[in-house]
């Protein structure tokens, strides 16, 4: 497949642009600058321009030709204008992208309670608002799309197991393992047109996903 990641300089992007290229996968790894080029073309992977912030119009020639997005992009800064431009607004113009581009397939990293965005701090809130919007756009979408919805991200080392289901109490989950879900998900199709929270567990990533309904 040609998979085209965004956000694939960030902590859980490399990690999905790893997984895809080592799964024999071609990869086009979207960076919204050209310095950061080098992270991931050391994976194989060719680094092209894809600022969220600049629109469908500017994202069409790094998705034209793609089987599938995983958007894994997320503002650096937690500001709430910030975040609206490249979690709201960024993720819904990739979407309309896709569908302009002829993309049939969408992976969104979303975030646990994005779908029940009212709690939290003021910061929390304004982040998972922004999900539940671009969220629901690409449900609403024709695109065939998966909501990645993980617990709180951590740097620890990949356990390779997960707990997937429609909703769970909160957790933490290793950006690795959420990397594994994200790729993994191109190959199940149980995962097409679902989305569900994902927190470190006890069962392979391949079997979790296998369980999606
Ligand atoms: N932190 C958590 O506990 C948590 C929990 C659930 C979900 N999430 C979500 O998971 C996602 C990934 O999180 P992470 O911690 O791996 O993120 P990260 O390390 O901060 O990486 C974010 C990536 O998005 C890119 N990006 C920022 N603005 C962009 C734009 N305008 N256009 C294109 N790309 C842009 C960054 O590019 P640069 O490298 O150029 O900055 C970076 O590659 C985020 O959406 C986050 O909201 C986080």
Redo the contacts with the bound molecule.
Sequence with gaps: MLVTV????????IHVVRLLMRHGHTVRA????RD?GAEVARFGATPVL????SGADALLEAFTGADAVIN?????DPDPSAVNL??RD?SIAAVEAAERAGVPRFVQ????FADAPDQGDRLVRS?LLAKQVSDIALQRSSLIWTLVR????TDEPPTGRVRIAGHLEPGRVP?PDVAAVLAASLHEPRTENRGFDVVTGEIPVSSALASVS
């Design positions: 965004l956000g694939a300089s960030g902590r859980t992007g979207g960076l919204r600058s950061r894809a600022d969220l912030a894994t992009a997320g503002a650096a490249v979690d960024g990293l979303s975030a646990q982040i993980p617990g709180t991200l950006r």
